[in-house]
């Protein structure tokens, strides 16, 4: 079974950038599309962005395109999120999320079979 690690969480102000990581003990993550969610305070969660086995094929959700980059390490078992330009309307719990297919919705988070257990991204106005 995949158990998947997210860090690299925490509280930065507006403008600032973290990284997270997410990183999996129990079996390698290089057979997966991997993703990354987040969840607000009294909302639903949402999609971020997502990246294929081989990160031959990548995807944003909208309001992050030209300030996150999912990229991945499959040698170090672990893929990275870089949120630069954060705003406050960024602050959640990020996850991480994976799945043994390529051929699914991205966005639709019943499509992944893991995750993690989040970590807090805090951005202050």
């Known amino acids: 079974q995949v158990k998947p690690v997210e860090s690299g969480g925490g509280l930065v102000q507006a403008g600032g950038s973290l990284r997270l990581s997410c990183v999996a003990s129990?079996?390698?993550?290089?057979?997966?599309?991997m993703a990354w969610f987040r969840q607000a305070p009294g909302k639903e969660r949402e999609f971020v962005s997502a990246?294929?086995?081989?990160?031959?094929?990548?995807h944003y959700t909208d309001s992050v395109k030209g300030r996150f980059t999912i990229s991945r390490d499959n040698a170090k078992n672990t893929v990275y999120l870089q949120m630069n330009s954060l705003k406050p309307e960024d602050t959640a719990v990020y996850y991480c999320?994976?799945?043994?297919?390529?051929?699914?919705?991205?966005?639709?988070?019943?499509?992944?079979?893991?995750w993690g257990q989040g970590t807090q991204v805090t951005v202050s106005s």
């Open positions: 999320a994976g799945v043994a297919n390529y051929y699914i919705d991205f966005k639709d988070a019943r499509e992944y079979d893991f």
């Open positions: 129990g079996r390698t993550l290089s057979l997966y599309t």
């Open positions: 990246i294929t086995y081989n990160g031959g094929s990548i």
